[in-house]
Structure formats: C-alpha cells, structure tokens
C-alpha cells in the first residue's frame, strides 16, 4: 500500500546526542518535505527536497540537515540534540502529475515523530 | 510572497449545527488552495483542494469549502458538525512555481455534544 512512513513516533533522549529522525515513502514522489511543529501549533518549513541530491532550507532556521540519497528516503538528523528541538516533527511528499504544473498536488503527511530532549 | 491568515484560534460549534472555519489568501497569481485536518498525535490529512472551475469544492467527510476570489478567501464549511470533527485544521496556498504549500496558523474547532 502506498503511504509515507516515519519512525521512530516517539523519541526521547538527553542533550548533546546525535539523532536521525526516518521518513520514507512508497508513492514515488519526488517532492519531500520536512516540517516542524510544537504541539497544536503552526507547521513551521524546515527544509524539501525536489529530489534526489537536492536539498533546500525552508522559512524556518534549523540546526538539523537532510539528504537525499534515494527518492523514497528523506532522513533528518540532528548532530546535537538539545532541549530547545523538542518538537514533532512531520515529513510530506508530494509529485508532480507528467505534464502538470507541479503547483496542483496536495502534500501527504505520516505520522510524525514527536521528539523530547532532555 | 505567498500567505495565509487564519483570523480564528478557536471555534465552537454545537453538534448538529454548521460550522465555519475561515481562510483569507494572499498570492501575487492564481492560488491553489488546500485544507488539512489533524487530530492529536497525528499527521495532517487532506481534505480538499481548490484548482480551478467549480467555485464550491466537495471534500472528505461532508466538509466543503467556497472559494471566493474577490474576499480572497476559501471557508471551510460541513452543514452539520459532529462531535467527531472536532480537531486542528489547517488552511494552505501554493501559487504558481515548484514550491512547497504555505500553510496557516491553524484554526482548533471544538464541536460539543
């Protein structure tokens, strides 16, 4: 079944570790996104990717980074966790129709990963 | 640049009654226009969208939303709320261009029973 996946859903962990929040999907999308989100909140742009080896930041300054490497895998890490990224965090894709203007497709959304630094 | 207002934190509505969520657009060219619903701990899930044509666009569990280009708005309406729709949604724009959606602030609808 085509979906977009994220793991771990809940990770909590103490300052100063290093952490790789998963996100994968299976649509075949080229477009992925992540997002970051305090409880209840606004979604807040962190970085997308077009495809693959394309990486760009989005509105809202991140001390995490992103690759990607294959089109169906996203990862974020954080080289030093602090208490100040406890957060969730939700991964989109999205695609582009063949022949389309890319702008029409809605973003599909997983779980998210609901992150606690201690 | 591309935005979105969501005037309203909160809504209240009684089970049974319609409700309103309120979007106003900003975009330099033709918008396309998205809703998105979350429940606690979890993920955005779509609603519906608006591209072109029909002004009133039909959606997910009875949930409908009017475009009007004129008020640069896009409502979100259900003509009957159920204690179930209570939730988070979220209002979003994309205008023309490989860019990824805006979304708004989000709107907390309460339905009580």
């Known amino acids: 079944e085509a979906d977009i996946y994220q793991t771990p859903r809940y990770l909590v962990i103490g300052t100063g570790k290093k952490i790789t929040l998963e996100c994968s999907q299976t649509m075949g999308h080229d477009k992925m996104y992540w997002y970051q989100q305090d409880p209840g909140m606004e979604l807040h742009l962190i970085h997308y990717s077009y495809g693959v080896n394309s990486t760009e930041k989005g509105d809202l300054s991140s001390e995490s980074t992103v690759s990607r490497i294959r089109t169906e895998h996203f990862p974020l890490t954080l080289e030093s966790a602090r208490p100040s990224h406890t957060s969730q965090y939700l991964c989109a894709s999205s695609e582009v129709l063949a022949g389309g203007p890319g702008t029409r497709n809605e973003q599909f959304f997983g779980p998210g990963t609901r992150l606690t630094v201690l | 640049a591309q935005s979105v207002a969501q005037p309203e934190d909160q809504v209240n509505v009684a089970e049974g009654n319609p409700l309103t969520v309120k979007c106003t657009y900003s975009?330099?060219?033709?918008?396309?226009l998205f809703w998105y619903v979350q429940y606690p701990n979890r993920g955005l899930q779509f609603l519906l969208k608006?591209?072109?044509?029909?002004?009133l666009v039909k959606g997910s569990y009875g949930f409908e939303a009017e475009f009007n280009k004129s008020q640069t708005s896009f409502h979100l309406k259900k003509p009957s709320a159920l204690v179930s729709d209570s939730a988070l949604y979220f209002c979003?724009?994309?205008?023309?261009?490989?860019?990824?959606?805006?979304f708004g602030k989000g709107t907390r609808l309460s339905v009580i029973a």
């Open positions: 608006y591209i072109t044509g029909d002004n």
């Open positions: 975009v330099s060219g033709n918008p396309y």
């Open positions: 979003a724009v994309r205008e023309s261009g490989n860019t990824p959606l805006v």
